[in-house]
């Protein structure tokens, strides 16, 4: 019924939201660094990659910065879940690579 259809709309959210964020680290990108080249704060980038309601024109904006067809961002597998961990880790690696690449300042 209605509520299943619910539960199953915030679940693809939520898959799509693990989506951008994998797509986002795979390039390299903090997520204040795709926020800035969306023109979005990096609030509203977190709301979504933690599945918040997403508009289509906003899907569209992140699919070209990050230069990926709509599908490739939208298409959700079953499997999903088990990349999380692996998500989590490359973002990981990701912020400790940029931190060692600012500069000092003194």
Request: include cysteine; aromatic fraction near 8%; proline fraction near 1%.
């Amino acid at each position: 019924g209605y509520l299943a259809a619910i539960m199953q709309t915030q679940e693809y959210l939520y898959a799509l939201g693990w989506n951008i964020r994998y797509q986002r680290v795979k390039r390299g990108l903090l997520q204040q660094e795709l926020a800035d080249a969306c023109g979005f704060a990096k609030s509203a980038m977190c709301c979504i990659e933690n599945g918040k309601n997403i508009e289509i024109a906003t899907l569209i904006t992140i699919c070209r910065n990050l230069n990926l067809q709509i599908w490739q961002i939208t298409r959700v597998t079953a499997s999903w879940r088990k990349r999380i961990k692996r998500i989590i880790k490359m973002e990981e690696k990701l912020k400790l690579e940029k931190r060692k690449q600012k500069p000092k300042r003194y």
